[in-house]
């Protein structure tokens, strides 16, 4: 370890017979100050900066800072954070192993070993986000849709394996194993990491940044770690700290228990709620209280898993003997479990009865008062009592403009499934036939219920009670509706293994729940096409139709382009929505259905008490575990047969659409471009609040008449093996067509007209985000893109800023932005700019035709946090100024932003060196 430990704090561990060095936070303590009440979260960073002390990136001002943070709870103190390991899934892992093929042929051209271009920590890439659910309810769905993805994946899979080879200290797990959050749950995840170095064991805190915002639901096993962009994941591979300022942390004081009926997904849709009314965004979130003592460990992860929701870095859970008993269960090695055991308690971060650490500010829940919830129509931490849910659906659907009446006749719907006949009107309503049958759709009905995401699948608790609902409702005959698309996607194969120790698959299929991939598949648009005949009756008749999901996104556009609702529910609920077959009902006091006996069935008929799940996860067994993940990075024979080519450099293939090399290095053996003032930018999309990186970001499907649709089409690609945007983030071509073009973003240049369009000034044409940009590019004219509150909320989608790079954009101005996309943008050298109080695009009365400016931009002058003017020029020639405030937040971002980008920044320095 590289650290000059001024405070003399490194000490030994004897546990079972093996010494383990370790730096003291017990003797930091005796130069520092008592610690004792300090957050376990900031421990672990204290551990960290005590770790890697060098006198240059961390300094022992920078950890008495650290250990000053109990006087104020806050500190603008920046400070470098080195994580322990780096976790990827395939969507945003492709394009960082792009990014790393890149740098390794930009490191070859400029006359470096390109081998110098490896990951220094640990990297893990779990393959699961690229199934998705072409065929369902059928024992044989699981087979095709494998078949299918590596069909459609071969070529991305093969990088993959390229990169594994060719890269030290990167794993990949294969397809079809499960979701990344849960794999790293259930065997990655250590608590305590250890490393040899100098004929030393050194033991310390498991921390990690991943390139999925999910990250977090590692935090339940005690585990520090949050989600980053694939950029700055990469750099953090590359051996740079993650700079960040030293968080407030805000305390969760949970306290009593769970009412009969009473799920943990409700338990955190209610949390969720909680923290955002209560503004958490950049925090730390630390859970505490003696009601942690019966939250077993899987409750845990799931409330850590939603902090990207509630707006948190991260939901920290201290480790105590429920996370021990998790990491026995689990199959961990002895070892392992009692290191953790020893190494917590000497180090003052094992959770004892009564504890309650300092905190920035904190607020409490009785567990007992929580209702049974769900999540929507478009938000997650919008939350409905159940009860209340159907109301929420009416509101909605009062609010949405309804088209005239209009016969629509018999309508051929395209690949044959059916055929849609009847009246589109004002009604909400349409009749369509499929299979021979003829059936009613109306506003609200539920088109898809999927049991999907990592959230709730690796919650035995939750997974059980839906597996005992479904097996009371085939008892009293009840069945899934006919329009409902049903899927089961586990987070791991140790579900399917519980589910038939359990004897629950077989009722699970007969409603429709087979097995359809290990993977995030409805959450993340992976929800597959709808039957034919549904798809072109919702279209019709503009239907405002719903899906149910047990996940953790429900952003519009998301789950499905033709489903405007979307309810995120536990798995039971899920299960109880596709029996219900609409969200118009009152599942509190409505019948589901009509049993056999000719009687209504009830929601309360069915719903297992807590006894019988409790009976079910008892069979969950550690035999479980160490059976899936004996030979977890192996994958079956078709991962196996795929071809690895065998190459320091990656030899890029040109007619290849999915894998390109991309040109952001072009120019790295020169000088990195002067910082200058930005002159006549023009507008390129006016946006509201609450942009996601779903609205950004290309996601899910891809239009034939879109500008990554020509594209493919002009490559011969037929429309049928677009396959999606995510397994396409390794083609730059592909992805910049596809940035700003969601079907749901709102440019308000338009009228706020949905999709992705602008008009292209001064000509005032209408074109595509994408093919205004290129006119603009030609034009030699820089860009800027304008926002409201929460711009870049959502997923940790590197592309978002990749792609707004690409474009030409220079710099986004904001009234506030989410954590992980600011980063980004800076990492992609894009200048994030945030109005100052009471201004904003409304009060500037901007229509998206002016010229911009942005003044005070040099070398000399920039800092993080400065003021910098912003003076419009409206069409009449009137110029006004105003103030805004450059949201590059620490020296180390202001280094990467001088460079072009992080990166750029890394590879400079590795060419130079």
């Known amino acids: 370890m590289p650290s000059l430990d001024s405070l003399k704090t490194l000490k030994t561990l004897q546990v079972a017979g093996h010494t383990y060095h370790y730096f003291s936070l017990t003797a930091a303590a005796d130069a520092l100050g008592d610690l004792q009440r300090l957050p376990m979260s900031l421990k672990v960073l204290l551990e960290n900066l005590l770790r890697w002390e060098d006198g240059r990136s961390v300094t022992g001002d920078d950890l008495k800072a650290l250990a000053s943070w109990l006087k104020d709870r806050r500190s603008e103190r920046e400070i470098q954070y080195r994580p322990a390991r780096v976790l990827m899934q395939d969507f945003t892992g492709v394009p960082a192993v792009v990014d790393l093929a890149a740098m390794r042929a930009a490191m070859a051209k400029a006359g470096g070993d390109p081998q110098r271009i490896n990951p220094l920590s640990p990297v893990d890439l779990v393959i699961d986000h690229s199934v998705m659910v072409d065929h369902y309810a059928s024992h044989a769905a699981f087979a095709e849709n494998v078949d299918l993805e590596m069909q459609r994946n071969g070529e991305r899979y093969a990088f993959l394996r390229w990169g594994q080879s060719a890269f030290d200290n990167f794993r990949v797990v294969p397809p079809g194993t499960g979701i990344c959050h849960q794999v790293n749950l259930e065997y990655l995840g250590r608590t305590v990491w250890t490393r040899e170095e100098d004929g030393r064991t050194y033991a310390f805190p498991d921390t990690l940044v991943g390139t999925d915002s999910h990250t977090t639901m590692i935090n339940g096993l005690g585990v520090l770690g949050w989600g980053v962009g694939g950029i700055e994941a990469e750099a953090a591979m590359l051996g740079q700290p993650v700079s960040m300022l030293i968080p407030e942390v805000i305390g969760f004081k949970l306290t009593g228990k769970l009412r009969e009926g009473i799920t943990a997904t409700d338990l955190v849709l209610s949390v969720t709620q909680m923290l955002r009314n209560k503004g958490v965004v950049g925090k730390f979130v630390e859970f505490y209280g003696d009601g942690l003592a019966d939250l077993p460990l899987a409750d845990r992860a799931t409330l850590a898993n939603m902090a990207p929701e509630y707006g948190a870095t991260c939901g920290f859970f201290p480790v105590d003997e429920i996370t021990l008993d998790y990491l026995r269960l689990s199959g961990r090695p002895t070892e392992t479990v009692e290191l953790v055991e020893a190494y917590c308690k000497a180090q003052g971060l ?13 607020l409490a829940l009785d567990m007992g008062e929580v209702q049974a919830s769900l999540a929507g129509p478009k938000r997650p931490q919008d939350r409905v ?24 006749g018999r309508l051929e719907s395209e690949g044959g499934g059916g055929v849609a006949v009847g009246n589109a009107n004002q009604t909400g309503a349409i009749d369509y036939t499929h299979a021979g049958q003829t059936h009613t759709l109306h506003d609200g009905a539920v088109v898809i219920a999927a049991i999907t995401s990592c959230t709730n699948t690796s919650n035995p608790s939750v997974m059980m009670a839906a597996g005992l609902l479904a097996k009371k409702a085939v008892e009293l005959g009840l069945q899934r509706k006919p329009w409902v698309k049903s899927s089961l996607a586990p987070g791991s194969k140790v579900v399917t293994e519980y589910f038939q120790a359990a004897g629950l698959t077989p009722y699970l299929d007969q409603l429709g729940f087979d097995l359809v991939g290990y993977g995030c598949t409805t959450c993340i648009g992976n929800s597959g096409p709808l039957d034919a005949a549904i798809e072109t009756a919702i279209a019709s008749a503009d239907l405002s139709v719903a899906s149910v999901l047990s996940g953790n996104r429900n952003f519009e556009g998301r789950v499905h382009p033709l489903v405007k ?7 039971p609920l899920v299960v109880a929505y596709a029996l219900a077959g609409t969200v118009r009902t009152d599942l509190s006091q409505d019948p589901l259905g009509v049993g056999k006996d000719g009687q209504p069935v009830y929601l309360r008929d069915i719903w297992p008490s807590q006894h019988e799940v409790a009976e079910a996860v008892a069979k969950v067994d550690t035999a479980m575990f160490h059976t899936q993940y004996a030979d977890v990075f192996a994958g079956d024979a078709q991962w196996q047969a795929i071809e690895v080519p065998q190459a320091a450099t990656y030899v890029w293939q040109d007619d290849s659409t999915y894998i390109q090399h991309p040109p952001f290095f072009e120019h790295i053996d020169g000088p990195p471009p002067a910082i200058g003032d930005i002159q006549g930018a023009r507008i390129l999309a006016l946006l509201g609040d609450s942009v996601t990186t779903d609205h950004i970001s290309p996601a899910g499907n891809i239009k034939a008449d879109s500008p990554a649709g020509r594209y493919l089409r002009d490559k011969g690609v037929a429309p049928h093996d677009f396959n999606s945007y995510g397994s396409r983030r390794g083609n730059h071509e592909v992805m910049m067509r596809g940035t700003f073009a969601n079907i749901r973003i709102r440019n308000e240049m338009l009228g706020g007209e949905e999709g992705g369009n602008t008009l292209h000034i001064p000509s005032g044409e209408k074109l595509s985000i994408y093919d205004a940009a290129m006119r603009y590019q030609q034009e030699g004219t820089p860009l800027v893109v304008i926002a409201g509150q929460e711009y870049g909320t959502g997923s940790s989608r590197d592309w978002a800023a990749k792609g707004t790079n690409l474009l030409g954009i220079k710099a986004v101005l904001a009234q506030s932005f989410e954590r992980i996309h600011r980063s980004n943008l800076v990492g992609m050298g894009v200048l994030p700019l945030q109005f100052k109080a009471g201004d904003d695009r409304k009060q500037l009365g901007l229509s998206g035709r002016e010229r911009i400016d942005i003044l005070g931009l040099s070398e000399a002058t920039l800092r993080p946090g400065a003021s910098l003017q912003l003076r419009i020029t409206r069409d009449d020639g009137q110029q006004q100024q105003v103030e805004v405030l450059c949201r590059i937040d620490t020296l180390n971002e202001l280094e990467y932003f001088k460079s072009g980008g992080i990166l750029h920044y890394v590879l400079r320095q590795l060419i130079a060196a």
């Open 565 to 571: 609702t979307n309810w995120l529910a536990s798995p």
């Open 385 to 408: 009592a159940l009860n209340q849910v159907s109301q929420a659906f009416e509101q909605f659907i009062a609010l949405q403009p309804k088209p005239l009446a209009k016969e629509v």
């Open 350 to 362: 094992w959770r004892l009865p009564g504890q309650e650490p300092l905190f920035s500010d904190s």
